[in-house]
């Protein structure tokens, strides 16, 4: 493995990585629209521009820019999950129903929950590298399968009556910011690391970019799509945890939808469905860009579903544009 690095930089792979990297076109375009809908939404919301606004807004999208940098490795890698919503709604029932109903400690509970989203992780990672079933059919199993058995250990109700201490987490303060979003930093700031900084991110580029030079090279190309499976399932779970710090129960409807959210962020960052290129920088402004359009239209007063319209239409409109990127390229 120690030559992995120096082969990698002379493989075509490589090159196209430096080719989509060498410019900011994607993050500029994220960036700009992002500060025009900024600036429209605080002509129509008075409360827009507010720091209570925007602190809320990073607290409650905390979660998502968490999965979100897990979904940028996934994605680059040429692979996606569908059931990040659906883990994060097992995970905060499951690490409920261990403290409330059987009274595990809250660490032992929450390792387990850990130990469980690692499986899952760990069981579609070997269906692609063994078998070759595509994530994106295992996934998308899974987010019917994690949300019913999340119904089924809860019998369908919500758990409440969790330690009072533990529902202060999601309300604490550090430094002027909430732990979730120094959670969410936390995440940000490792994803940047390893995806940019280390031979890690080389091998997560060269084989989005093309997995069959990548082996040739010596880049354990299964190995590493069962590790970004495992990581993002990771990433859900805690997220899921923390989401029941933050409603104090546990709910199997938690999360739902929320692979919309995190994908939206994802692709409209700059990441390509078909791998290869991406980077944290673009994932964040997505996020951003994801929050503020829901947070703006809150405050504008708009119903919910035209949000989800909204969103739709921005994925669509994200993909096409990324395949023109990818075919200029």
């Given at each position: 493995m120690s030559n992995t690095a120096g082969a990698t930089a002379g493989s075509p792979v490589h090159a196209d990585r430096k080719l989509n990297l060498s410019g900011w076109r994607a993050e500029i375009g994220v960036a700009v629209a992002l500060?025009?809908?900024?600036?429209?939404?605080?002509?129509?919301?008075?409360?827009?521009?507010?720091?209570?606004?925007?602190?809320?807004?990073?607290?409650?999208?905390?979660?998502?820019?968490?999965?979100?940098?897990?979904?940028?490795?996934?994605?680059?890698?040429?692979e996606i999950d569908?059931?990040?919503?659906?883990?994060?709604?097992l995970s905060g029932t499951l690490f409920a129903l261990l403290v409330v109903n059987h009274g595990m400690p809250v660490p032992a509970a929450f390792l387990l929950v850990l130990v469980e989203a690692a499986a899952v992780g760990a069981f579609t990672g070997v269906l692609r590298v063994v078998?070759?079933?595509?994530?994106?059919?295992?996934?998308l199993g899974l987010l019917s399968g994690l949300r019913g058995i999340a119904f089924y250990i809860s019998d369908g109700l919500t758990i409440s009556?969790?330690?009072?201490?533990?529902?202060?987490?999601w309300y604490a303060m550090f430094l002027g910011l909430s732990l979730p979003v120094w959670v969410m930093i936390l995440?940000?700031?490792?994803?940047?690391?390893?995806?940019s900084q280390h031979r890690f991110g080389?091998?997560?580029y060269a084989v989005g970019g093309n997995p069959e030079t990548a082996a040739r090279y010596g880049v354990h190309v299964g190995r590493l799509r069962i590790t970004v499976m495992i990581m993002i399932q990771l990433l859900a779970a805690i997220g899921g945890v923390l989401l029941v710090s933050r409603l104090n129960s546990g709910t199997p409807t938690v999360g739902e939808l929320m692979e919309l959210d995190?994908?939206?962020?994802?692709?409209?960052?700059?990441?390509?469905?078909?791998?290869?290129v991406g980077r944290i920088v673009g994932t964040v402004i997505g996020v951003l860009f994801v929050a503020v359009l829901r947070n703006g239209m809150v405050l504008n007063g708009l119903d919910p579903v035209v949000f989800l319209i909204a969103q739709g239409f921005v994925i669509i409109l994200a993909v096409w544009w990324s395949m023109l990127r990818k075919r200029q390229a």
């Open positions: 500060v025009a809908l900024s600036i429209f939404f605080s002509f129509n919301a008075p409360n827009f521009l507010t720091l209570e606004n925007w602190a809320t807004m990073l607290q409650q999208t905390s979660v998502i820019a968490m999965i979100a940098v897990g979904m940028t490795f996934v994605i680059i890698a040429g569908l059931s990040v919503g659906a883990q994060v709604g078998w070759g079933i595509p994530t994106f059919i295992t996934t009556g969790l330690p009072p201490a533990f529902g202060n987490i995440a940000i700031l490792l994803g940047w690391f390893f995806l080389q091998h997560v995190v994908i939206a962020a994802v692709i409209v960052g700059g990441t390509l469905l078909t791998g290869g």
